[in-house]
């Protein structure tokens, strides 16, 4: 178990439609970054947080947004969905913010779009 | 942006044999990180690697820190089944951002 709680697990909804994943990190990490990994694909940077902020930014589209809250725990916004969109949404956790730090992973969220 | 070229994509060898895969970028990095997903799941940190030319072990498991800063190596060593699955490497980058992702090497082992 690395710490990092991912929900939901699974996730089943219509396009156009609008969905927020949800992550709690590993306790003291300060980081949360977002990830899509779409099937076989490898892991695709979204968005990174860090302390509230955001600190780095991948290829994230328009549709989607995220934010990390005073607690530290980060929500990925999805919306107008289309099927593209489906795929498995990690979230992982570091105590830093950037380099000489180790960062874990949760279970991910697999998001479905019909 | 910053790459790291993951090889090789995919293996396929027999139960205990001895694995090596790598990754290597034109950045200069000073943090490598090597990572195992199974399937449906999320990665797990294997190995983390902090200084150049840095060697670390994990029961069978060997990962190196390149001399050049630009490369570093998993060696798995006498394999078994439940090494199956994707290995990545991930790095980094000196004064960079970003925690940067190879592509994956797909370890599949025939008992």
């Known amino acids: 178990d690395s710490g990092v709680t991912q929900t939901p697990k699974h996730l089943i909804t219509a396009t156009g439609q609008r969905v927020t994943l949800r992550c709690s990190p590993r306790s003291g990490d300060l980081s949360v970054y977002w990830y899509q990994q779409s099937l076989d694909q490898g892991l695709q940077f979204l968005i990174q947080y860090y302390n509230g902020e955001e600190r780095a930014k991948g290829n994230i589209l328009e549709r989607f947004s995220a934010q990390q809250f005073p607690d530290l725990h980060s929500e990925l916004n999805l919306s107008s969905l289309e099927l593209g969109d489906s795929a498995l949404y990690f979230c992982a956790s570091s105590l830093y913010r950037d380099s000489y730090t180790e960062a874990f992973f949760g279970q991910g969220t697999r998001l479905t779009v019909v | 942006g910053q790459q790291l070229n993951q090889s090789p994509q995919s293996m396929f060898i027999q139960e205990g044999e001895d694995v090596s895969m790598n990754c290597t970028s034109s950045?200069?990095?000073?943090?490598w990180l090597w990572y195992k997903q199974d399937p449906g799941e999320g990665p797990v940190l294997l190995i983390a690697l902090y200084k150049a030319g840095e060697l670390t072990s994990n029961g069978r498991l060997t990962a190196q820190f390149g001399i050049t800063r630009k490369d570093s190596f998993l060696n798995i060593s006498a394999s078994i089944p439940s090494d199956v699955g994707i290995y990545f490497c991930?790095?980094?980058?000196?004064?960079?951002?970003?925690?940067?992702f190879g592509a994956g090497t797909i370890l599949r082992v025939k008992s």
């Open positions: 950045s200069i990095f000073n943090t």
């Open positions: 991930a790095g980094w980058v000196e004064y960079g951002n970003k925690l940067v």
